[in-house]
Structures are given as C-alpha cells and as structure tokens.
C-alpha cells in the first residue's frame, strides 16, 4: 500500500502519524520544526487524507495499520525510524516499537489505555462529531469556526486553544470527521480490540496533554502499569490534539526522544 507522504528535512528518519479520521497536514506546525534536525515523514494512515482504502475484509483493529506502515517503510528504504504518533497513530507506534521495527516511539496521548466506559464515552464523542459534522457544508463550517465561541464548541474536545490553530485548517482536518473513510464505522464497532501492546524493547516516550478532554490524562496511569519501561510526561496546556496547541513543545519532545542514545556498556 502506497501511503500519501511529505518528506522534508534531513537526519535520522522520524514517520508522523495522525490520529483517527484526522491527516498528515495535522503536523504541519511541527514538521518545520522537526525538520531542521530530522528528516520528517508525514503520513496519511490507510483510508485516511489521500491514502488507499483498507481491504473490504479489515476488522477495526490496530495491526493492519502498522502493518501498512511497515511496508511503507520497506518501499522507501526506511530502515528502523524513529515513529511518532497521536491518539490512533500513538497506539499504532507503540505496536510498531513492541515488534521492534523502529528506533524510538513517541506516543501522543495513546488510545487503547481507556476503561470499558471511558471507551464508550470516545467512542460516543466521535460518532456525535461525525453526525453533526456531516450535515454542515464545509464553506459554512469554516465560517462558522472563524468565531472563536463556535470554533472552540466544535473543537473544544480535541484542542485546549483552538484559536491558535488557522480556520481553514482546522476546516480542513475536520473533513475526514464530516465524510470518513469507510473503515471509520467499522473502527468505532471494533474499539474494544484497540488494546495496550506489549512492553517494546526499544526507548518509548509518551507526552499526555493535561487537559486532553477526550482522552484524559489520568489513562495514562494504566500506560505506566502495562508499559513501565516508558518515559511519560504531562503536556502542560494541551489538549488531546496537542500539535495545535503547542506546536514547539511537541517538537522538543520529539526531538529529546529521538536524540542518539548512548551505546550499553
């Protein structure tokens, strides 16, 4: 599967990958950033932005999208990067550092760490969002968002700041929620397989936005148990999409997590 990419800079590889219905250009406040020192692959995940569809047989779990994005990897001559994700693509790296196929992971508030009901709750969230999302033109959304009481009514659940973040591109980035792949139904139907993976055996960074709404930062306590090896940090001020809200913390974090390490005595 030919994923839809943007390949800036240069250094060691870093692969971003966005969350559930969300698409590449969701990094591009942090790519420039990364760029300087990295080169930076931005992905747009399997059925999402202008990536393929997944297989008419997919089944809502998380291993066919890492597994995409291993045969990515090996198309492009990318050899163990260092993988970075949020939400859905945070768990998707955390399964790429569990088979040990990348350098580093770098996990943005994860999914797959909720309980039964805080599942149900994300699982509501985003089937309400797509409902109401569909019905609106996206000329009429983006003027609606450039009032700053309604951009932060719609987007108040994945962004702590929304007014830092361009209309259009949040119209934008909204559009896969308005008009979904076809795996998004069969995704919110399968959550329960969206479990935590094994513990990696390769360095594992995980950054939780303190007022993420959608996924609170308290799951991160069961992150902690299931994978002890993890350095986990609270993103002061950021919300469960915290690319937008703060655009130069994302990138220090990415960028000390990727940092070489010093070989074992």
């Known amino acids: 599967m030919e994923l839809a990419h943007t390949r800036t800079g240069t250094g060691e590889p870093v692969l971003l990958l966005h969350g559930i219905t969300h698409r590449r250009q969701g ?5 420039p950033l990364l760029a300087r020192e990295r080169e930076v692959w931005a992905l747009d995940m399997p059925d999402h932005g202008e990536s393929p569809h997944l297989p008419g047989d997919y089944a809502g779990d998380i291993a066919p999208l890492a597994d995409a994005v291993e ?8 050899e163990r990067p260092h993988v970075v994700g949020n939400s859905m693509g945070g768990l998707v ?17 994860p999914a797959g760490f909720w309980s039964r ?3 149900g709750y994300a699982k509501a969230v985003l089937g309400g969002a797509h409902a109401l999302l569909a019905v609106i033109p996206s000329r009429r959304l983006e003027r609606m968002l450039a009032v700053p009481v309604l951009r932060t009514a719609i987007v108040g659940l994945l962004l702590a700041h929304p007014s830092r973040v361009d209309p259009v591109q949040i119209t934008g980035d909204l559009q896969g929620l308005s008009h979904p792949g076809t795996s998004f139904a069969t995704m919110l139907a399968h959550l329960d397989t969206w479990v935590p993976p094994r513990r990696a055996s390769v360095p594992t960074t995980v950054g939780w936005g303190a007022r993420d709404l959608l996924l609170p930062r308290w799951q991160s ?3 902690r148990r299931a994978l002890p090896d993890a350095a986990v940090y609270v993103l002061p001020g950021c919300g469960h999409v915290p690319m937008g809200d703060d655009p130069a913390l994302v990138a220090d974090l990415i960028l000390a997590a990727t ?7």
Do not use: H
Not at 71 to 78: E, M
Not at 259 to 265: N, Y
């Open 27 to 31: 990094w591009d406040l942090v790519a």
């Open 71 to 78: 045969a990515f990897c090996r198309t492009q001559g990318l």
């Open 93 to 109: 790296a955390l399964e790429l550092a569990a088979r040990g196929t990348v350098r580093s992971a770098t996990a943005l508030s």
């Open 259 to 265: 940092r070489p390490r010093p070989a074992a005595a």
């Open 117 to 119: 009901a805080e599942r």
């Open 221 to 223: 306590r069961r992150l």
